[in-house]
């Protein structure tokens, strides 16, 4: 049987998605985005799945798009027509991640390179091995960072340090990129997995419906007014003190037991 692209494994409330070209450092054809897809929105759609993984088979995470890809998209005259590429790909995986009901974690396991580094960057909590690297390799073909690059980076390490990783394309060490607050932990690589065990039966069981919602307003704030920010906090409040985990939270909270919560 063939080997699929993105392997998917299904562990009480946690949906573990792992990137799967390991010759090719998982860099991404159509097709493994095809199946990304559709495991996210799987994932997605599935009230069973509490939490989300992304990770890489093998040494690496992921390169960015496969540059050997005979399905890369050629326009009508031939020529490369990158648009249609991102279009199709690039642009909805980034929004699905940004959108997905749930807490997505990638755990960084080698090299993320290219699309490979900024599709990490847009999952919620990202963890790296010590010996990971991050690498905005576009500038070294003649690109801009795309797959929400030229968001995310200003946004979580500030302008000069943006602007240096994308127009000089250096590798990032893990270790330097979690003390630039690109991402939100570096650990040993024996440490790698126990660690995001941990955290992701810690968001399994977590008041799922608060956190999609703590993630839309964090998400809302890049562009807002405070007054408009506000308003969204509120609101989001509004519909989470309506929900079964806040009254269970507040009735573990009086009873002094541990919380229950149900996503719901
Ligand atoms: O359509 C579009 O282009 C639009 C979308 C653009 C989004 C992008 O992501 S553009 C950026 C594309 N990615 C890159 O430019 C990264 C290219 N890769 C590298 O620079 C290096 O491979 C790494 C720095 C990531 C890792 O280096 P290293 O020395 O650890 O590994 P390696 O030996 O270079 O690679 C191992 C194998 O993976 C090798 O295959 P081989 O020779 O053993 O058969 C290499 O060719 C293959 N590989 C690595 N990256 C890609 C790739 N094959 C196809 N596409 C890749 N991106």
Known sequence: MEEPLVRVCHSGTVRTLALNRPKALNSFTGEMHGELRAALDAAAADDAVRAVLITGA?????????????????GADGKPDI?????????????RLQA??????????????GAGANIALACDIVI????????????KIGLIPDSGGTYFLPRLVGAARAMGLAMLGDKLPAQQAADWGLIWKCVPDVELAPTVD??????????????AATKRALYASAAATLEAQLDLERDLQRELGLSEDYREGVTAFKEKRAPRFKGK
Do not use: H, W
């Open 198 to 211: 941990a955290l992701l039966a810690q968001l399994a069981q977590a008041p799922t419906r608060g956190l």
């Open 83 to 95: 648009a249609a590429v991102i279009e199709k790909n690039y642009r909805p995986l980034a929004l």
């Open 128 to 139: 790296a091995a010590q010996s990971a690297s991050f690498i905005q390799a576009f500038c």
């Open 100 to 113: 997905m009901p749930v807490p997505v974690v990638c755990a960084v396991n080698g090299v993320a390179a």
């Open 58 to 74: 093998g040494r690496g995470f992921c390169a960015g798009q496969d540059l050997n890809d005979p399905g890369m998209a050629a």
